[in-house]
Every structure is written in C-alpha cells, then in structure tokens.
C-alpha cells in the first residue's frame, strides 16, 4: 500500500541558539548552499555592519553590501549589484528590512538565501512574504523560504528591547489569526490547510503561555522558534492566512492611514489581535492575551502607541479595505462607525487600565 505524504517546504538548516554565530562558516560551507564559499551578504548600516568585522575572516569569499533600508528600490538594486557577482547564496543579516530585502533580491537573480537576523520582531524572518516599501504605501511580495536560518541569541540579548517584544505581538496574533480561518471555513466553505494552522496556533500558544520575559534565554529561544514555524505554516499553506487575520488588517490600516506615525508591526498586531478576539465574543481570552502583552510591556490600547480612540475607530473602519477577499471577524460583523466606538469602549472597560 502506498505511503502518501507531501513534501513540506523548509529550511535545510534551523540554528537556533546562543553563539550560533561562532558557527555560520560551517552552515554556509553545506554545499546544498555554497560549493565554492562564493557569498553576497547584504548587511545594514546598524546591527549588521557591526558583525561584519567579527564573521569577515570566517567568510573570505564573501563580498559585503550594504542595504540602506527597506524599500523595493533598494531590494532591486541589491539584486542589481548580486546579480554580476556569480554568488552560490545570499546571506541576510541584520533586521527585518533587510531580510526582506536581500530576500526580494535572492529570489530575484534566482539565489538562496540564509537568513541571519539580528532581532526578533516579526514572523517575516523565515516567511514566503518580502514586505517591502514602495510608492504606493508598502507592499507584499512572494517569494522563497530561507534556505537557512541561523538566529544566535546572544545576539538578540543586545538587540533593542523594543524590536524583541514586537516579536511577540506578531506570534500571538496567530491565535486571532486561526480563529479568522477557521470563521471563513465556517461562513464561506473556505479550505483550511490543518497542518499550517496547527503550526501556526501552536507557535502562538507557547509565546503566549511562556512564563519568562525577554531577559531569559529559555524564553528567546522559544520565541525564534515560534517566529520561524510561522513563516514555515505560511509556507505550507501557500498564504500568509496562518498568521495574518483582522489582527493584520489592523496592522496594515494603521501603516495605511498614519505612515509617519505607525508603531512597530508586532506591536500593532498584538494589540489588533486581542481586540479581534474581543470582537468575537472570546472575551476571556482577549483578557488574559491582553494581561500577556502588558506583562510584556506591549500596548493594548491605542493611546500606548500615540493613537486616540477616534483614531483607532477609524483604523478598525478602514482595516477590510487592507485585504480585499480575505474573511475576518471585521468582514463578518461589518459594524458601522457607532458599532465600533460601542464595542472598543466595551474591550477597553473589559480589559482594565
């Protein structure tokens, strides 16, 4: 009798620990990703460019470029710049602006990419997904997994307290964002792929449920984990729905709407997600997804990211115009102006100052 499996699309290589970094020459020596030791590393002006002095001799046929943010222009003129060198990888180090864009860039010229990241504040860092700024506001681009992810957390220790907590709003938003699935599976037929959202909603339930803080190892390492099985379920599903619902919605009719004034992605999405949960009449859930994000210094209320209540009604109004076609808790209820204000002022009593 025949066995019947599917293949998973996956990193090769998942190292995850502290001085990981000692080790990348011998990750990128693997020659299912360099047989000649012929690298581009793309790094910032910040985090990265201060490894390079570290990791250079451990690389010699590396060529180093620096990305100056992260926009799709500057992703098309890394990959401009790759493109004549004859590399066997790409190597991404540093934050999430510059794991999307040497990620954009990789799969442009057809390349690997190992991602290295410097900090954990979002999903993005093993994801299909490049999120990239462009002239139209910020956009989403499809591209490969990371051949390789390699997240050394004493590096992430030194990274900005900030950018590690926003991680964390982003791998609970799972939840939220699960329970939108599994709404349009209800209301629309829609097909849930079990795999992806087993992995998703597990990932978010072990940050969620994790009783250290940032300063703990045991935590970080239970976070990164997390943020790569997200990119992994989106990658299994084909769709970034295993981790983006009205939690994203949200996140993005911020970015939408206030540009210059948006908080960190994970943040966003975290105090999206318990909202969203609010929304759905899982009330205690909301309750103690918002005590988590507090105890970990994450908002729950706009006003914590400089946005008033009026202001939020009108993300939360705009939020379905973010994701034509997709199914959320928002498309479902399609609550007028006064319905929001109502049901906010609702969460916002229910979940305490």
């Given at each position: 009798m025949p066995v019947l499996t599917r293949l998973?699309?996956?990193?090769?290589v998942v190292d995850i620990r502290p001085g990981a970094l000692d080790d990348l020459g011998g990750v990128l020596a693997d020659e299912r990703i360099s047989h000649s030791g012929k690298l581009a590393v793309a790094v910032s002006n910040g985090s990265g460019a201060r490894l390079k002095e570290r990791l250079a001799p451990a690389l010699p046929g590396a060529t180093w470029y620096e990305v100056g943010g992260g926009t799709l222009d500057d992703a098309v003129r890394l990959a401009g710049a790759?493109?004549?060198?004859?590399?066997?990888?790409?190597?991404?180090?540093?934050?999430?602006?510059?794991?999307?864009?040497?990620?954009?860039?990789?799969?442009?010229?057809?390349?690997?990419?190992?991602?290295v990241p410097t900090n954990l504040a979002h999903d993005g860092l093993c994801s299909p997904v490049a999120t990239l700024d462009n002239d139209a506001g910020r956009g989403s681009y499809g591209v490969p997994n990371p051949i390789a992810v390699v997240i050394d957390l004493d590096v992430i220790h030194e990274a900005p307290a900030r950018f590690v907590r926003a991680g964390i709003g982003d791998a609970i938003s799972n939840i939220s964002a699960i329970a939108?699935?599994?709404?349009?599976?209800?209301?629309?037929?829609?097909?849930?792929?079990?795999?992806?959202a087993a992995i998703a909603?597990?990932?978010?339930?072990?940050?969620?449920?994790?009783?250290?803080?940032?300063?703990?190892?045991?935590?970080?390492q239970v976070l990164a984990e997390a943020l790569v099985l997200s990119g992994i379920a989106m990658s299994v599903s084909g769709d970034s729905r295993p981790s983006s619902g009205a939690c994203h919605e949200i996140n993005h009719a911020f970015d939408l709407l206030f540009p210059q004034r948006a908080a960190a992605h994970g943040e966003q999405c975290g105090l999206g997600a318990a909202f969203a949960m609010y929304l759905r009449g899982a009330h205690e859930e909301s309750a103690f997804m918002a005590e988590v994000l507090r105890r970990h210094g994450l908002p729950v209320l706009p006003e914590e990211i400089g946005f008033t209540d009026d202001e939020f009604v009108r993300v939360v109004e705009f939020a379905p115009q973010t994701r034509p076609g997709r199914y959320t808790i928002?498309?479902?209820?399609?609550?007028?102006?006064?319905?929001?204000?109502?049901?906010?002022?609702?969460?916002?009593?229910?979940?305490?100052?």
């Open positions: 998973i699309p996956s990193p090769v790759i493109r004549a060198g004859h590399y066997d990888a790409v190597v991404g180090l540093g934050g999430g602006k510059i794991i999307d864009c040497a990620k954009f860039a990789s799969a442009r010229v057809g390349l690997p990419l190992v991602a939108d699935w599994e709404l349009a599976n209800r209301v629309n037929g829609e097909k849930i792929d079990g795999l992806a909603r597990q990932a978010g339930e072990a940050v969620l449920r994790h009783p250290g803080g940032i300063g703990d190892t045991g935590f970080l928002l498309e479902h209820l399609d609550l007028t102006t006064d319905q929001i204000k109502d049901i906010y002022a609702d969460y916002v009593k229910a979940i305490g100052s």
